[in-house]
């Protein structure tokens, strides 16, 4: 089972995608912790990935979909895998496409978690209100003003992305304003479908 989960910042993408991990014993790839893996393991890609962030600069895509390739490859990602965050853009879902043609593979699914993004703010500062009355850590991200900006890059950079899997017929919108177990059963549903 290959899927991507798109959604904004707050949608509830690793909450669902942690679900589907215990579920399915498929793991989620994180390109933010592939990259690491790739660097600290001084793999081809990796070295070259290391190389541009040790410069300032931004991994292009064409790394990025080295790392999804090799990471892919991997004992573990052979009954499917999860991308969770990625693709980002519209290059990235092309790419992605391309290079999982070139190895006989397609997604499965890919699964939107729609949400009013008006109400995301209020979700994430209840977020981070429960972590601290429950003595854990607030993640960096369920600050407001940092949250706002993320969302701005969301709608700028990969809300386009959406579409190009709906024009393809491979989109399947869940609502995500829905009570967590209320998502999980829609996912359930979308799965066996």
Known sequence: MRLIFLGPPGAGKGT??????????????????????????????????????DAGGLVS???????????IEEADAKKGFILDGFPRTLAQAEALDSMLAGKG???????????DQSKLVDRIVRRAEE????????????DPEVFKTRLEAYNRDTAIVAPYYEK???LTPIDGMQ??????????QALAG
């Open 105 to 115: 593979l397609k997604l499965d699914k890919v699964l939107e978690l729609r949400v």
């Open 179 to 188: 009570p967590i177990e209320q998502v999980a059963s829609a996912i359930d």
């Open 16 to 53: 669902q995608a942690t679900r589907i991990v215990a579920k399915h014993g498929i793991p989620q790839l994180s390109t933010g912790d592939m990259l690491r893996a790739a660097v600290a393991a001084g793999t081809p890609v990796g070295l070259k990935a290391k190389a541009v962030m």
């Open 61 to 71: 895509d064409e790394i990025v979909i080295g790392i999804v390739a090799d990471r």
């Open 131 to 142: 972590a601290r009355a429950a003595g854990q850590p607030v993640r960096k991200d369920d």
């Open 168 to 170: 393809r017929g491979q």
